[in-house]
């Protein structure tokens, strides 16, 4: 029950309400489960007021003492929040799409569940809070200072952290997908269990980045988030571990396109698997860019050998060649019966026949995939041993002592 003295004094004003604290300073105020929408509470002292589902949609509560104050499910929607004072308050699963934080004060507070999506935190004061499973997506905290800030678990996608101070925050098993921490200072965070992808860590001091779980006897640290969230991945995941060990003997870059070739790729893979391999799959519809073909050439130089559908090729020619010149890693062409290879090709075998492989013909996937062992995969191993072989041999050097002195020329 809402205690009516505590809401009486509320809307007599300002000055009512301040008597009201005044004279009972040790009380906690009940306004939970009341109408409060479109007031004027700015500077008001709320703390530790109980606010527990109350509606606060477009009230101003700029300047507000909400110190230790119970906001669980409260509705915060259109409100002011300028310079409010959060400290220690519990905002539970409150509802702040869109809120403009500026300057707020939210040291300590509880933002436990909170929907946070696309609200600002300029300049406010964040030590110490509690993002767990906060939902921050595209929140702004550009040009703010938030050390010791604990954002575990948070939803932190495409959150903008620019020029943002963020030593010594926890980190642990937080979202950063598109995450932009350009010029920020993350050093010593906490990044147990981070998901980071696409992640603009341009400039960023990433110094000392603690990677162990809090209940690790050791201290584990990486400099660089990217490589931490690897190192976990290693560390968390023995198959991972397994694959990474025997990834340039194991490694199989399988090289054609989708659509009516998919069945092929698809078999061809599952196959490589039972031989024991780590197959890896690429799609050559996807469009021509950098980012493309530096991808390939990262792969193949993972792999221990490729295997490439060159029936009815599209965009293959192209991406075979920015790979077959760098890099002498055995290439296995496969053909459809009856189908020929691009026209460049015949060049391309000629200059680097030591490791690429005349096609191999095949009259349906079922007669090609039973016979992958012995017509790819022994072949394309035994080619990549004396790749290997040639590669150690050490260069030596020829002396002219080996040679005689030229026949002295003579008039015609």
């Known amino acids: 029950m809402v205690k009516q003295e505590h809401l009486d004094a509320l809307m ?6 301040a008597d009201w604290r005044s004279a009972n300073t040790g009380a906690k105020p009940d306004l939970s489960y009341i109408d409060l929408s479109r007031r004027d509470l700015s500077g008001y002292d709320l703390h530790e007021a109980d606010l527990r589902v109350t509606n606060l949609a477009n009230t101003n509560l700029s300047d507000c003492d909400l110190r230790e104050a119970k906001l669980l499910w409260a509705n915060l929607e259109g409100a002011t929040l300028d310079s409010t004072n959060f400290g220690d308050a519990l905002l539970y699963e409150a509802d702040l799409p869109d809120q403009d934080l500026t300057s707020a004060m939210l040291d300590d507070a509880v933002l436990e569940n909170a929907n946070l999506a696309r609200a600002t935190f300029k300049g406010s004061e964040l030590t110490g809070t509690e993002f767990v499973n906060a939902n921050l997506e595209a929140a702004e905290f550009s040009d703010a200072v938030l050390t010791s800030v604990n954002f575990s678990r948070a939803n932190l996608t495409r959150t903008d952290f620019t020029n943002t101070d963020l030593r010594g925050c926890t980190l642990d098993r937080a979202t950063l997908i598109e995450t932009v ?23 960023a001091d990433q110094s000392g980045l603690i990677l162990s779980s809090p209940s690790s006897p050791g201290l584990l640290s990486v400099d660089n988030l990217e490589v931490a969230q690897f190192v976990y991945l290693l560390l968390h995941n023995e198959k991972i571990r397994d694959v990474i060990d025997t990834i340039g003997e194991k490694g199989v870059l399988i090289l054609g396109r989708f659509g009516d070739r998919k069945q092929l790729l698809d078999k061809l893979r599952i196959r490589l698997r039972e031989l024991g391999f780590a197959p890896m799959v690429f799609d050559f519809q996807k469009p021509e860019s950098k ?29 075979a060649q920015a790979v077959v010149p760098d890099y002498m890693v055995p290439f296995v062409p496969v053909i459809e ?7 460049m090709f015949q060049d391309l075998w000629v200059k680097h026949r030591e490791w690429v492989f005349e096609p191999l013909e095949y009259g349906s996937i ?7 062992g012995t017509a790819v995969v022994e072949p394309a191993l035994q080619r990549r041993k004396a790749l290997l072989a040639r590669r150690a041999e050490e260069m030596g050097k020829r002396s002219l002592d080996d040679y005689a002195a030229d026949a002295e020329l003579t008039d015609g």
């Open 366 to 372: 079922d007669e090609l995939v039973p016979k992958l």
């Open 12 to 17: 007599g004003g300002r000055l009512s309400w």
């Open 181 to 203: 921490f350009r010029r920020a200072n993350l050093s010593e965070c906490t990044v147990y269990g981070v998901s980071a992808w696409d992640v603009d860590l341009e400039a």
């Open 291 to 319: 980012d493309f073909t530096e991808t390939i050439r990262t792969l193949a130089g993972m792999s221990a050998f490729i295997v490439a559908d060159i029936t009815k090729p599209k965009s293959v020619p192209q991406e």
């Open 337 to 343: 019966e009856g189908e020929e290879p691009w026209a």
